[in-house]
């Protein structure tokens, strides 16, 4: 009986130490793609930044330019009068073109916005993982704790067994001496 106690007791405090371990190593790849997450959020951030910087700059060049041009085709098409015409043309092509550049612009700036949106959503994921792993370490310090308040009751048990044993074995004997004094 004291021995599969004992066995019991050390495979439960195996399992308890197994699982520690497994959460620490999870805690701590966590922690290292945490890490890494967080350097390519604000790498993305940066980046994201520049872009959008960029996109701003080509925005207002191109509205510039946009201008300029069908401003000039159209002065250019009023002074030459019916020969003037393909100068309309040339300023209705830029103003396609401009508008073209815009519409592009704006997709480019959507794209950036889902791009940064994802990685918010993986780093909101990472979060949760780090809180799940810390819940798993808390129970499994809890188990732990349990175990080795189960192996201290176990052989608390075993010894106040062992005790009233010796008692009952003495009573015994002290119920046949009476008896063999009586005959």
Known sequence: CVTSVTALSGKARAS????TSATGNIADMTTTISMAMQKSTDLTDHAVHR?????????TLAANAEFIRTFTATIEAARAGE???GFAVVAG???S?????SKANEEISKQIALILGDTN???TAITGIEELIE???TASDDISHAVEKQQQMSYEILSQTSEASGNAE???TDISNVSNSIA
């Open 135 to 137: 819940a798993l370490r």
């Open 83 to 85: 020969s003037g015409r």
């Open 93 to 95: 092509e830029v103003k």
């Open 51 to 59: 872009v959008r910087e960029t996109v701003g700059k080509v925005t």
């Open 121 to 123: 959503s993986v780093a």
């Open 16 to 19: 308890s130490l197994v699982v």
């Open 97 to 101: 073109f401009a508008t073209q550049t």
């Open 170 to 172: 003495m009573v015994s």
